[in-house]
């Protein structure tokens, strides 16, 4: 890329190479603006004759086409790309859903040079129209080789953004007490309901049993019977693994136990199982306040229907301390 100076008459089509101001100091045309005809006629009026612009060489290319050519391989999902000016490209989330993010891969394409990709933390929720990425040039160009380096990773390796939308999610709840469920039904609707109106959703099915295996098994095989998107257990005693009550009761109707203990404060206590592809999540404590815990990082992606292993939650002791 090389930065020259041209006549006005002749600079349609080039790239401004720094920002134009009026002799008030108000800005008229803003820096990397590609110079239309009506931009050459507002220039003249203003009793400009010559412009400072860019020129693109041999091997490069423009930052517009260089950050929508990254924005199209590196998501997927029910996202849109939006072209921005300074040399962006923004994903915007079109329904209500979860970010899923390889930092793994988006640490690799930050190190390239030229171009650079931040997103929204792995496992956010995302609203229709929120900006979860955006890709950003270099100034005016890049350099053809590094452009399809980039472009040759991220189709071998991508996508490193997925917009999985939440579809009808079917929410079970199930309140458990040693006395009476109804006690804990009591103690924890209201913060669950707070929990979810975050997510815009609310519970489908709930159901509340003493806290005996006999009594919270029978329970959590009414709520499985109906194929639920999630099973959350909320709990007024703390298990001190998948041998207490909750866990064993789990077992009993069928679930894998995937995870005991998070590197999340508040949150450590947490219990993941799956009966074939319905995750059912324990997390006692977590329900008696609205505060942010283990609860609100794990559900966005269960809810939009992906697998979180074990491996994902030990992932989360990087900021997972919370208060």
């Given at each position: 890329?090389?930065?020259?100076?041209?006549?006005?008459?002749?600079?349609?089509?080039?790239?401004?190479?720094?920002t134009?101001?009026?002799?008030c100091?108000?800005?008229?045309?803003?820096?990397?603006h590609?110079?239309?005809?009506?931009?050459v006629?507002?220039l003249?009026?203003?009793?400009?004759?010559?412009?400072?612009?860019?020129?693109?060489e041999e091997?490069?290319?423009?930052?517009?086409?260089?950050?929508?050519?990254?924005?199209?391989?590196?998501?997927?999902?029910?996202?849109?790309?939006?072209?921005?000016?300074?040399?962006?490209?923004?994903?915007?989330?079109?329904?209500p859903?979860?970010?899923?993010?390889?930092?793994?891969?988006?640490?690799q394409?930050n190190?390239?040079?030229?171009?650079?990709?931040?997103?929204?933390?792995?496992f956010?929720?995302?609203?229709?129209g929120?900006?979860?990425?955006?890709?950003?040039?270099?100034?005016?160009?890049?350099?053809q080789?590094?452009l399809?380096?980039?472009?040759?990773?991220?189709?071998?390796?991508?996508?490193?953004?997925?917009?999985?939308?939440?579809?009808?999610?079917?929410?079970?709840?199930?309140?458990?007490?040693?006395?009476?469920?109804?006690?804990?039904?009591?103690l924890?609707?209201?913060?669950?309901?707070?929990?979810?109106?975050?997510?815009?959703?609310?519970?489908?099915y709930?159901?509340?049993?003493v806290?005996?295996?006999?009594?919270?098994?029978?329970?959590l095989?009414?709520l499985?019977?109906?194929?639920?998107?999630?099973?959350?257990?909320?709990?007024?005693?703390?298990?001190?693994?998948?041998?207490?009550?909750?866990?064993?009761?789990?077992?009993?109707?069928?679930?894998?136990?995937?995870?005991?203990?998070?590197?999340?404060?508040?949150?450590?206590?947490?219990?993941?199982?799956?009966?074939d592809?319905?995750p059912?999540?324990?997390a006692?404590g977590?329900?008696?306040?609205?505060?942010?815990?283990?609860?609100?990082?794990?559900?966005?992606?269960?809810?939009?229907?992906?697998?979180?292993?074990?491996?994902?939650?030990?992932?989360?002791?990087?900021?997972?301390?919370?208060?």
């Open positions: 890329m090389k930065a020259l100076t041209v006549d006005i008459r002749e600079s349609a089509g080039r790239i401004l190479c720094c134009v101001f009026r002799p100091g108000r800005k008229l045309l803003s820096k990397g590609v110079i239309s005809d009506d931009d006629k507002l003249e009026m203003e009793g400009m004759e010559q412009v400072w612009v860019t020129e693109l091997g490069e290319i423009g930052e517009d086409e260089a950050v929508m050519s990254v924005a199209n391989e590196m998501g997927c999902g029910a996202m849109e790309i939006r072209l921005a000016a300074g040399g962006r490209a923004n994903l915007i989330a079109t329904e859903g979860c970010a899923l993010v390889d930092d793994e891969l988006l640490k394409i190190c390239a040079a030229s171009i650079v990709i931040a997103t929204v933390p792995n956010s929720s995302a609203k229709a929120q900006r979860v990425a955006t890709v950003k040039s270099a100034p005016f160009a890049v350099a080789s590094q399809e380096a980039v472009i040759s990773i991220l189709r071998e390796r991508g996508p490193i953004l997925q917009s999985r939308p939440f579809r009808h999610p079917a929410i079970g709840v199930l309140y458990t007490d040693p006395v009476t469920g109804d006690r804990a039904r009591q924890f609707e209201n913060i669950m309901a707070q929990r979810l109106d975050r997510l815009n959703l609310a519970p489908t709930v159901l509340a049993a806290e005996e295996e006999n009594a919270v098994s029978r329970a095989d009414h499985l019977r109906v194929n639920p998107t999630v099973v959350m257990i909320a709990s007024t005693t703390a298990p001190a693994g998948p041998e207490d009550v909750i866990g064993r009761a789990m077992a009993r109707v069928g679930c894998h136990i995937e995870k005991f203990l998070a590197p999340v404060e508040p949150g450590n206590l947490f219990l993941l199982g799956y009966r592809d319905v059912v999540i324990s006692p977590c329900f008696r306040s609205a505060k942010t815990n283990v609860v609100d990082l794990v559900l966005p992606p269960l809810l939009a229907r992906y697998r979180v292993s074990g491996w994902e939650l030990a992932c989360l002791g990087h900021g997972g301390l919370l208060a």
